[in-house]
């Protein structure tokens, strides 16, 4: 899991992976926190997507960039494109299904 600290670095990490995926959280949320292991291990599964977290209190014009407005946020990029976002309360299920399909429409 990459830790991203500013603007550039975000940027630079969608662009360098055809799928790149974006934990999005706030300190002290507990339901950022409780979300997190298990959205790691859906993710697990998907070795070709690459994984990264930002802390939206260490960086908070990221808000801005992506028009966030609760935590946690997950954006999944196919080639510096956002093609799936989930907001604050995720079914793992329905998160697992849409990644599944994101990713083997790419890889077939």
């Known amino acids: 899991m990459n830790y991203l600290k500013t603007e550039a670095e975000v940027d630079r990490f969608i662009q360098q992976h055809a799928l790149s995926f974006i934990y999005?959280?706030?300190?002290?949320?507990?339901?950022?926190?409780?979300?997190?292991?298990?959205?790691?291990?859906?993710?697990?599964?998907y070795e070709k997507i690459n994984t990264a977290k930002i802390v939206v209190d260490e960086l908070p014009s990221i808000a801005s960039k992506f028009e966030i407005l609760t935590a946690p946020v997950l954006l999944l990029f196919i080639e510096g494109k956002e093609y799936l976002r989930h907001a604050r309360i995720v079914p793992i299920d329905l998160f697992r299904d849409k990644i599944n399909e994101l990713y083997h429409l790419y890889y077939e």
């Open 24 to 45: 999005i959280s706030k300190e002290n949320c507990s339901v950022c926190e409780s979300l997190y292991p298990q959205i790691m291990e859906v993710l697990q599964d």
